[in-house]
């Protein structure tokens, strides 16, 4: 049995009605078959691209959503939790403050701080803290009472500023980033003073760092930085 001709071979035969094809120009029914087999032919081919077409349009749907969600999800695991800093921070300060007050010299009264700016009393307390710090640099340097050997006055100078500088500044009426920072030296002097006589044996370094700590507070805390810039 021959196979049914091709569209294009029907269509040349239908519209040229050549003559080495008798068969389809004098018997309507031949015609009829090729019409027929053509148009089967060129409709199940439309049929076949429309579902090519739409099954290629699915799969890339599918993997477009498929890569929407994994960016998603992505983006969803690397972003950090917005809340966790400012919680530890503020659970630090609650941990500093309470310390503080508890180890810390205060006054004896819950009357009202009478050194508020502007007053002698707050002078004098802001100067006699300054003036020992400078003191116990002197003193930490081997330039007062100079010693060969360690003794109790470079002891003190290396000191000075936990001793003398932070309560003296604590006892006025500072503001409340000044206060924090008091708080936060007040603890941190005492571990940089134990720490490194493990490593380096010297008044003065320890003097020096403590120095260093207690201004990078203030220009952390009072954001020295933030305003020259």
Known sequence: MNALPSAATCGRH????HDSFPFCNTHPSSSMVCVTGCGRRSKLATTLRT???QEAGEVEVAEAQAVSEDGGDDSAATKPPSGSSPALEKDLKKVVQK????FAPRA???????AVPGTALYTV???Q??????AGGALSFNLVFPSNEPDIWRLMG????WMFTIPSLRARDCSKNEKEALNYLFLLIPLINVTIPFFLKSFAVVWSADTAAFFAMYAWKLGWLQRRD
């Open 14 to 17: 239908l519209l040229k009605k």
């Open 51 to 53: 579902s090519s077409s």
């Open 99 to 102: 310390t503080a007050a508890t």
């Open 108 to 114: 004896s009264t819950a009357t009202k701080n009478p």
């Open 125 to 127: 307390f802001e100067v």
């Open 129 to 134: 803290g300054y003036i020992s710090m400078l």
């Open 158 to 161: 290396m000191w000075s500023i």
